[in-house]
T-cell receptor, first 114, second 110 residues
Framework: EPEVTQTPSHQVTQMGQEVILRCVPI?????FYWYRQILGQKVEFLVS????????KSEIFDDQFSVERPDGSNFTLKIRSTKLEDSAMYFC????????????FGQGTRLTVV | DAKTTQPNSMESNEEEPVHLPCNHS???????IHWYRQLPSQGPEYVIH???SNVNNRMASLAIAEDRKSSTLILHRATLRDAAVYYC???????????FGQGTTLQVKP
């Protein structure tokens, strides 16, 4: 069964450093998303991406964050100048034509900022 | 974004049916009702979705009230593997984003 893969599974970084979280969505999907989940809290929408541009973003997704689809297979989330409060699980998801019906999520990258 | 209300937690015995309720009194005509679940230490997983009619798939059934202001996810025979947080989410037709609430934590007892 096709799946969304994320790398690395765990990343530790120092405060102020830049990190890039990587995702390989399901190959024929057209819509891509990033979500995050701070430990013990609910899953939060960050951004959706379609046709090589951001289609929607939340208030969390400020200038510190950026997304890119550098080639036909990868989808990345860059966090510049990381802060302690960026520590969370980051989930990538993708969905097919029309964005419906379901989104497939990866297993997540646990980001720890120290 | 329209809001959903779910019980914080529920318990079930293994191999018994489970009915997980969700209230969404402010649902609009273009909102789809989606259910996802999150097993421990995993990403969310799609379970089922519907608009107006009841739906069945290999994982579960979704019963939608006639006025669409509530719905119930039905697991016909709970297994230990079904222990997870279940999220009821209203998804607007022309947007892909999912707004997760706190969900219902389902415990399944052997």
């Amino acid at each position: 069964e096709p799946e969304v893969t994320q790398t690395p599974s765990h990343q530790v970084t120092q405060m102020g450093q830049e990190v890039i979280l990587r995702c390989v969505p399901i190959s024929n999907h057209l819509y891509f998303y990033w979500y995050r989940q701070i430990l013990g809290q609910k899953v939060e929408f960050l951004v959706s991406f379609y046709n090589n541009e951001i289609s929607e973003k939340s208030e969390i997704f400020d200038d510190q964050f950026s997304v890119e689809r550098p080639d036909g297979s990868n989808f990345t989330l860059k966090i510049r100048s990381t802060k302690l409060e960026d520590s969370a699980m980051y989930f990538c998801a993708s969905s097919g034509q029309g964005g419906l019906p379901e989104a497939f999520f990866g297993q997540g990258t646990r980001l720890t900022v120290v | 974004d329209a809001k959903t209300t779910q019980p914080n937690s529920m318990e079930s015995n293994e191999e018994e049916p489970v009915h997980l309720p969700c209230n969404h009194s402010t649902i609009s005509g273009t909102d789809y009702i989606h259910w996802y679940r999150q097993l421990p230490s995993q990403g969310p997983e799609y379970v089922i979705h519907g608009l107006t009619s009841n739906v069945n798939n290999r994982m579960a059934s979704l019963a939608i009230a006639e006025d669409r202001k509530s719905s119930t996810l039905i697991l016909h025979r709970a297994t230990l593997r079904d222990a997870a947080v279940y999220y009821c989410i209203l998804r607007v037709f022309n947007t892909g984003k999912l707004i997760f609430g706190q969900g219902t934590t389902l415990q399944v007892k052997p």
